[in-house]
């Protein structure tokens, strides 16, 4: 069994892996579109994030997988040699894609949102990525990420989505006029993953955060 087989087991037989697959239960994609993966070969990180994407292949019997990231070194593409390091993005953008996004930051993360449009996406729990910045701040800096932010409530949907929003009760922001038209979604739902946060797992700080995101439209 080589390294990446070892890291797919740990993960595989993890509470954390067993909240993804309840998370992705009766939806069906074809195809992945991961970015920001990370350098396999040079972080640990990376390697468990490109173990659960072959996880994610498995689960759901994909055929088409596409992999970017500006980072990856000839090792890397070496190691990716069976998947489309994209160049550019030929599919569809549509909600048969999963987008797989773990730990981009939040300058990309806009940048993604407003020119890729995913529906479906794992990353960075936009609630806890943005928790740093005031609602005016995030609204100046990444107003797609803020419109997000505040399309969530606290109520807990049917699907087992949980719609949630924590932010600091004593400074009373100022009003913010959202531009509705100017984002292609009308709602968002998250499935944050309880059992990844704890930093003496195997995998570290490799999947902090993470949820799965689906956007309405």
Not at 67 to 93: C, S, V
Not at 119 to 146: A, C, W
Request: charged content about 30%; some cysteine; proline content about 5%.
């Amino acid at each position: 069994m080589n390294k990446i087989d070892e890291l797919k087991q740990i993960i595989k037989n993890s509470k954390f892996y067993t909240e993804i697959k309840h998370s992705l239960h009766n939806h069906e994609f074809k195809r992945i579109r991961c970015l920001a993966l990370g350098s396999p070969i040079e972080s640990s990180n990376s390697r468990y994030q490109y173990a659960l994407l072959l996880l994610l292949i498995e689960l759901l019997n994909i055929k088409e997988i596409s992999i970017y990231d500006p980072i990856f070194n000839e090792k890397d593409k070496e190691l990716l040699r069976n998947f489309k390091i994209e160049e550019t993005y030929p599919y569809p953008k549509d909600e048969n894609t999963l987008f797989y996004m773990p730990h981009l930051p939040l300058k990309i993360m806009e940048q993604i949102i407003n020119t890729e449009k995913p529906v479906y996406f794992i990353g960075n729990d936009i609630v806890s990525h943005t928790d740093r910045l005031s609602k005016q701040k995030l609204n100046e800096l990444y107003p797609s990420m803020s419109i997000l932010l505040h399309l969530l409530n606290d109520s807990t949907n049917n699907d087992g989505f949980t719609k949630v929003i924590k932010r600091r009760k004593q400074y009373k922001e100022p009003e913010i006029n959202y531009d509705y038209n100017s984002v292609y979604f009308k709602d968002i739902e998250i499935k944050r993953y309880l059992n990844n946060f704890n930093k003496t797992d195997p995998w570290g700080t490799s999947f902090s955060d993470l949820a799965f995101h689906k956007l309405k439209i």
